[in-house]
Structures are given as structure tokens and as C-alpha cells.
């Protein structure tokens, strides 16, 4: 099994919509993050988690939500998707700061149509 | 804050060949400095990392990558390009507590 998992892989919606992004991780890291990819831009952050209960804002998290359900789990909702989210959505972990480096999930791919 | 300049979004290269891939950044102290490498379908996966000491750091793939503070770069190499080797490549900076930031990725391709 994968270190940090995402779910679902691919995903196509419709504007409007509430949709969650699961990410669960098995390396035992107390921090995870949420970033968003787009082609040209790289990766954006858009919230962190240090621990259950310390949940961050990043660089671009208007219509965006999480939550941290264990230390493992960390998910991601939009609330009402709009088509400009669509994008690559990664989770990754670490065991300390951003310094040490991350562990990414493999990505999932969301449309909104 | 700090930033990341990937200056060339696309570089194609020969099987065999060797590859120079550049970053630049900007910072105000001396940075962590990383690359990453994802191939198509993946996550990101981490290369090597330069936090302090030796300017040149060995990473995994045969990689390298040398951190000038001069020119405020961290380039990375490889001697010999395998097509395996075909995917994108980002450079992030990590400054602060939480804050890292990526460059926006080159992509490589590998001629036969």
C-alpha cells in the first residue's frame, strides 16, 4: 500500500456541487497539506494541518475546506464547485517542517464541468 | 517571501545525453532547496535536497544538483539521460515553518 493515499483518482462534477477529497497516510507524520497543480503554475498550498487540531489557511484557500478527522486522515471539500477549480489536487505529509521534505499522495485528477 | 524560477518550462534531450535543468531562487537567508520529479499519473517524488554544507548533493536516479549562492541557483544534472528519465521536474524552496514553494515545473522529454 501507498504511503499517503488519495481518493478517488479521477473525479468529473458538475458547478454547484459539494465534493470531498480523502487523503489518508500511513507514515505516522503528525503535518499534512493540501496543494492544488495547475499546468504553468506549479503547486499551490492551499491548507495545512500540524496536528488534529492546528488547521492553516495556506496561499489559495478561498472555497475550499478541510478537516482533519484523525492524524492519519485530512480531507478536502469544495463546498460549491466552480469550473476554475478544476485542477490536480495533491496531499502530501511530513514529519517536520516544510525543510525536511514532503511525501506526496499520487494526485487526484477533478473536473468540474 | 521566497520564489522559485523554473526558466524553461520544456527541454527535450537524447537518450544518453547528459541534462541541466535550471532553478533559481529568491530568499533573504540561506534556503532548503529541493527537487522533485513526477512522472505521469504520480505524486511527487523527492530527488535530493540541499539544507547546508556540501554544495553538491547526490540524490536518488543518479542525480545531482549544486547549490550556487552567487547566482542563487540549484541546478540539477545528470550525466547520462535515460528515457525513464521523461517526466517533470520542479524545484521548491522551504523557508519557514510551513511555507514551501515550488517552481513551475519543466518538463522533459527523452529522444530515442
Known amino acids: 500500500d501507498a504511503d499517503v493515499t488519495q481518493t478517488p483518482r479521477n473525479r468529473i462534477t458538475k458547478t454547484g456541487k459539494r465534493i470531498m477529497l480523502e487523503c489518508s497516510q500511513t507514515?505516522?507524520?503528525?503535518?499534512m497539506y493540501w496543494y492544488r497543480q495547475d499546468p504553468g503554475l506549479g503547486l499551490r498550498l492551499i491548507y495545512y494541518?500540524?496536528?488534529?487540531?492546528?488547521?492553516n489557511k495556506g496561499e489559495i484557500s478561498d472555497g475550499y475546506s478541510v478537516s482533519r478527522q484523525a492524524q492519519a486522515k485530512f480531507s478536502l471539500s469544495l463546498e460549491s464547485a466552480i469550473p476554475n477549480q478544476t485542477a490536480l489536487y495533491f496531499c502530501?505529509?511530513?514529519?517536520?517542517?516544510?525543510?525536511?521534505?514532503?511525501?506526496f499522495g499520487s494526485g487526484t485528477r477533478l473536473t468540474v464541468v | 517571501a521566497q520564489s522559485v524560477t523554473q526558466p524553461d518550462i520544456h527541454i527535450t534531450v537524447s537518450e544518453g545525453a547528459s541534462l541541466e535543468l535550471r532553478c533559481n531562487y529568491s530568499?533573504?537567508?540561506?534556503?532548503?532547496l529541493f527537487w522533485y520529479v513526477q512522472s505521469p499519473g504520480q505524486g511527487l517524488q523527492l530527488l535530493l535536497k540541499?539544507?547546508?554544507?556540501?554544495?553538491l548533493v547526490q540524490g536518488i536516479k543518479g542525480f545531482e544538483a549544486e547549490f550556487k549562492r552567487s547566482q542563487s541557483s540549484f541546478n540539477l544534472r545528470k550525466p547520462s539521460v535515460h528515457w525513464s528519465d521523461a517526466a517533470e521536474y520542479f524545484c521548491?524552496?522551504?523557508?519557514?515553518?510551513?511555507?514551501?514553494?515550488f517552481g513551475a515545473g519543466t518538463r522533459l522529454t527523452v529522444k530515442p
Open positions: 502530501a505529509t511530513s514529519d517536520g517542517y516544510a525543510n525536511y521534505g514532503y511525501t
Open positions: 521548491a524552496v522551504g523557508a519557514d515553518r510551513v511555507d514551501m514553494r
Open positions: 540541499y539544507f547546508s554544507g556540501d554544495t
Open positions: 494541518s500540524f496536528d488534529v487540531k492546528d488547521i
Open positions: 507514515k505516522g507524520h503528525d503535518r
Open positions: 530568499y533573504g537567508a540561506t534556503p532548503y
